[in-house]
């Protein structure tokens, strides 16, 4: 083989192994991406809570503490407390069932 065939195998392998690496991370951004999205859509898309019939207490929370200071009901009644944190940008509910 001479200096020049040489030059340009060496050249065709740098070629395809370039086209290899851009290939390679284009998939694997997309695949990052799409598992990314599959589980943002999960928890940004939810149904909101069914409506629960009874005795329901709402406490609300955010940095300051809760809004009530103490809950009373009547031993053996089935009370369902539904906690709503935060009150800004990152809002969330949690909800307890609770019979005492």
Same mark, same amino acid.
Request: charged fraction near 20%; glycine fraction near 10%.
């Given at each position: 083989?001479?200096?020049? =065939?040489?030059?340009?195998?060496?050249? +065709?392998?740098?070629?395809?192994? /370039?086209?290899?690496?851009? !290939?390679?991370? @284009?998939?694997?951004?997309? $695949? @990052?991406? /799409? +598992?990314?999205?599959?589980? !943002?859509?999960?928890? !940004?898309?939810?149904? #909101?809570?069914? #409506?629960?019939?009874?005795?329901?207490?709402?406490?609300?929370?955010?940095? +300051?503490?809760?809004?009530?200071?103490?809950?009373? %009901?009547?031993?053996?009644? #089935? %009370? =369902? %407390?539904? !906690?709503?944190?935060? +009150?800004? %940008?990152?809002?969330?509910?949690? $909800?307890?069932?609770?019979?005492?």
């Amino acid at each position: 083989m001479n200096a020049k =065939t040489r030059a340009e195998l060496q050249q +065709s392998r740098q070629r395809r192994n /370039g086209r290899m690496r851009v !290939l390679s991370f @284009v998939v694997i951004a997309v $695949l @990052v991406l /799409g +598992s990314a999205g599959y589980l !943002l859509k999960g928890a !940004l898309f939810r149904e #909101p809570p069914a #409506p629960i019939a009874g005795n329901v207490t709402e406490v609300a929370a955010d940095m +300051s503490g809760f809004d009530k200071k103490e809950i009373t %009901v009547k031993a053996g009644v #089935p %009370v =369902t %407390v539904r !906690l709503i944190l935060g +009150s800004g %940008v990152a809002a969330m509910g949690l $909800l307890i069932l609770a019979t005492v």
